[in-house]
């Protein structure tokens, strides 16, 4: 819609906004102190250990006074709440925001490991991969939103593609072929969701339920009538993480992003891709235009079906790649409903980034990283079970569909089918 | 559809429903609105039998293993395969024929407990699938789009499983209604959120019942293991629940038919009441069709909207009261194969009508039933069903598959769809 760029400006700049968001930081600023700093000994030290296990590396180990450091987040935080209550930051809330949350976040940390030692990269190597099946899934909802259709079959298509990528890849012996395999079932279960969505006029709901459900059948029956009685059709083996020469050298840095496998070098060129394609070309200014607006993209001689189909297409095989993972891309086998859910996760994360490629990737990497933080929880010896950090993405996401820290911009004409005059 | 106007209430709502309905379809006979109202789900599910037995025929074995041979001898043995899989599948539901007159002759009443027992297990199989698709079925007919039945449930489990064991020395005439209500209002607690977020916000309620289901999951995983896990226990399961809260069985083992299901059938007629009989049922059901035009007769959104979900809810959450009290007498981790999924599949095969709803849930509860036998008998994992039920659902939501398939002439009067309106709202 013509007024949504100038919706965009009213929000950011809003008063009230500005007041609420003044506020959270605020009550972060004072969680960090409340929760905690006042339960914290002085004298502690927190150490962040910046190797991730298994790497060979001489960077020293991160040693914090935990006191000192809880403080300064603390007071950092409500200095960024004053000035964002007297002044505002504008147009940089949002970076605000994502600086404070990571402040009570990091201060989260050093309280839970004080007087301990966390392995800060290895937590942090844990949610990069985590966020990988989350930030395709969100990118496959990227895509086909964009253009108007609503997918929540993204779970049903993981579920299927990670099956099929499993079982092919154990018949042929070539991960690579197996990779091709989940990629076109992805493409396959996109197609029906197209045909029924966009021919058949179905509400896209109903269809995405329809190719979860059957993902969800189909791969638990061939999974008890197949796989498990013959255990080599469920035996593809795995891509091995590799380094990218000198840039996994980097200190810290570089043994976390540059040495893994496949799917998480996919994903950042996925990500680059889909972001220079959606937004600085022809083809992604005529994708978006059919999903703000489908009757005159039609107009202007956009073909609005061809452009929903390619746009879900491409999405079912963004999904399947994200479903391969699950299989040759982690455990190296197929697990009845192995996706648990992370496809919905994904949903949430596209919602979060604001139908945005990078946005998408951040909401996968908080969700991976509240994931991977729940694992670690037991070990720290922190008073949260871990599954409330568990429903922590979706309550997150509740919060940001209810507008409560600036409503989203979803395409304006998502979900509703396209009938030609 | 049973939409008949009663004549008191002829107001200018009624009059803007059926403007809205596209004509009301009152004024043909009968047998031609049955003829139409059935055609397409019967034919969906007669679709839906044909497909899953090409699965079966497909993924056979002794299909391939004789297709060297000739390829007639692999249709053979294919039919072969679907004929014996289809048939433990009727012996399983409904029971086998032969068994049942050998048991009546025979007199002993252990043998004629079993020869019926498939039968009276397909219904209580039915009762979950029952109520949660009453939710779903109640929301769709409000305009809501209640994909959280399955979280849902769970509360509505949780809160009963919790009334269930911990409160002790009542009478059951007290103790069970107590525990019901508990578990309607977890589930309606669970769809209030959502329902309120939708229309304060504007917050699409797909989203936010996806969210609360896993909520809802992760909040039974931490219960179960730590407040309200059996205090002898290692497992993620409940303390049993006290007899008085168990919902009464009619006859004695292995039959584990329950009061349950004539709870079931009781809610259904209710709810049939209360939206086709009910000044508020009409006010759901308008809004449903039309929130605009409802806002303008003077209908709150708002209102309708928070309570139709709560409703929902609730009916969800006897779902899984009705497991906990009348089956499983506690609550252990995924003890819902997904009733609430498969729900939103007959909500929309018994076209959201009580009775439609009640019919196909009847159906499914029998092949479920049905398919535990298969398994055994045929080696067909259970999960065929679950295809079954997409296949079905396909055609139920796309009926111009089936009318291109059957090559039948479209209806004169446009089908009720259903359809959401967008996602965040704005």
Same mark, same amino acid.
């Given at each position: ?421 | ?65 004789? !297709?060297?041979?000739?390829? !007639? ?148 995983? !931490? ?23 168990? #919902? ?10 329950? #009061? ?54 609730? #009916? ?91 090559? #039948? ?18």
């Amino acid at each position: 819609m013509a007024t949504t760029s100038l919706r965009r400006e009213i929000e950011v700049v809003s008063p009230t906004r500005q007041r609420v968001m003044g506020i959270v930081f605020l009550a972060l600023a004072a969680g960090i102190w409340l929760l905690f700093s006042r339960g914290t000994q002085g004298g502690l030290t927190t150490t962040f250990d910046l190797v991730p296990g298994g790497v060979e590396s001489n960077v020293p180990d991160w040693r914090l006074p935990t006191l000192a450091t809880l403080n300064t987040l603390a007071v950092f935080s409500a200095f960024a709440g004053g000035a964002q209550l007297v002044r505002g930051f504008g147009r940089r809330t949002n970076l605000v925001l994502a600086l404070v949350s990571g402040f009570f976040i990091f201060g989260f940390l050093t309280w839970a490991a004080a007087g301990r030692s966390l392995n800060l990269a290895g937590l942090l190597n844990t949610s990069l991969s985590k966020a990988v099946p989350i930030t395709l899934g969100a990118l496959s909802g990227v895509l086909c939103e964009r253009a108007g259709v609503v997918n929540i079959a993204i779970e049903g298509m993981m579920l299927a593609a990670a099956m099929v990528a499993s079982l092919v890849g154990s018949i042929s012996g070539s991960l690579w072929v197996g990779l091709l395999a989940g990629v076109l079932t992805g493409a396959l279960l996109g197609l029906v969701h197209a045909v029924l969505s966009i021919k058949y006029l179905t509400d896209q709901i109903i269809s995405g339920t329809v190719i979860n459900i059957f993902a969800g059948g189909i791969t638990a029956f061939i999974s008890a009538k197949f796989l498990q009685p013959n255990q080599f059709l469920n035996d593809p083996g795995i891509f091995k993480p590799f380094e990218i020469p000198l840039l996994s050298k980097i200190p810290v840095v570089g043994p976390i992003l540059f040495d893994n496998n496949l799917f998480v070098y996919a994903m950042f060129l996925f990500l680059i891709l889909l972001n220079v394609a959606l937004f600085s070309t022809r083809w992604g200014l005529r994708m978006r235009s059919v999903g703000e607006h489908p009757k005159a993209a039609d107009t202007l001689g956009i073909n609005v079906f061809r452009t929903r189909y390619m746009a879900v297409l491409l999405g079912g095989m963004m999904a399947g790649f994200a479903g391969a993972y699950f299989t040759i891309g982690s455990v190296g086998r197929f697990d009845e409903f192995m996706t648990a859910g992370r496809g919905f996760i994904g949903l949430a994360a596209m919602i979060f980034g604001n139908w945005t490629p990078f946005g998408s990737f951040g909401a996968g990497l908080l969700f991976g990283f509240a994931d991977s933080l729940a694992g670690k929880v037991a070990i720290l010896g922190v008073q949260i079970p871990s599954e409330f950090l568990l429903m922590a993405p979706y309550i997150a996401t509740m919060v940001v569909l209810a507008g409560v820290v600036g409503r989203g911009q979803m395409p304006a004409a998502d979900g509703q089918p396209y009938v030609k005059e | 559809m049973t939409d008949e106007p009663s004549p008191k209430k002829k107001d200018a709502g009624k009059v803007l429903l059926e403007e809205l309905n596209g004509g009301s379809t009152s004024h043909q006979p009968l047998s031609r609105r049955l003829r139409q109202t059935l055609l397409v789900p019967v034919l969906a599910v007669i679709s839906g039998l044909i497909l899953g037995a090409i699965l079966i025929a497909v993924t056979s074995e002794s299909v391939y293993s004789v !297709w060297s041979v000739s390829p !007639w001898e692999a249709v053979k043995a294919g039919w072969n395969e679907v004929r014996i899989a289809y048939g433990a599948l009727f012996a399983g539901s409904i029971g086998d024929p032969a068994r049942i007159i050998a048991a009546l002759r025979g007199g002993d009443s252990l043998e004629i407990r079993r020869a019926f027992n498939p039968i009276l297990e397909s219904l209580t199989a039915s009762t979950p699938f029952i109520f949660a698709s009453l939710a779903v079925a109640l929301g769709f007919r409000s305009g809501v789009f209640n994909i959280g039945a399955e979280g849902q449930l769970f509360v509505g489990a949780i809160f009963s499983a919790f009334v269930g064991y911990a409160i002790t020395g009542l009478p059951a005439i007290i103790h069970i209604p107590l525990a019901l209500l508990a578990g309607a209002l977890g589930g309606a607690i669970w769809g209030f959120i959502p329902g309120w977020l939708k229309a304060k916000t504007g917050g699409h309620e797909v989203i936010n019942t996806i969210m609360m289901n896993y909520v809802a999951f992760r909040l039974s995983d !931490w219960l179960l293991s730590g407040p309200m896990q059996r205090p002898e226990s290692f497992n993620p399961v409940s303390p049993t629940i006290q007899p008085s809260a168990m #919902l009464p069985r009619f006859f004695q083992s292995p039959i584990r038919f329950h #009061l349950g299901f004539f709870i079931a059938l009781a809610v259904a007629w209710l709810v049939y009441w209360l939206l086709f009989r009910t000044r508020w049922g009409f006010d759901l059901r308008s809004v449903g069709l039309n929130p605009r035009a409802s806002r303008y007769a003077g209908m709150s959104i708002v209102t309708v909207t928070v309570m139709a979900m709560s409703l929902s809810g609730a #009916l969800a959450g006897l779902a899984g009261t009705n497991e906990v009290l009348g089956l499983n007498h506690n609550l252990a981790m995924a003890f819902s194969s997904g009733y609430g999924f498969d729900s939103i599949a007959l909500a929309l095969l018994g076209k959201n009508h009580p009775l439609g709803v009640v019919l196909a849930s009847l159906l499914f509860g029998t092949l479920r039933t049905g398919a535990t036998r298969m398994q055994v008998v045929a080696q067909i994992p259970i999960d065929i069903i679950t295809v079954l039920q997409a296949f079905i659902l396909i055609f139920i939501a796309a009926p111009a598959i089936i009318r291109t398939i059957y090559r #039948l002439r479209a209806p004169e009067v446009e089908e009720e769809g259903v359809t959401i309106r967008g996602w965040g709202g704005g």
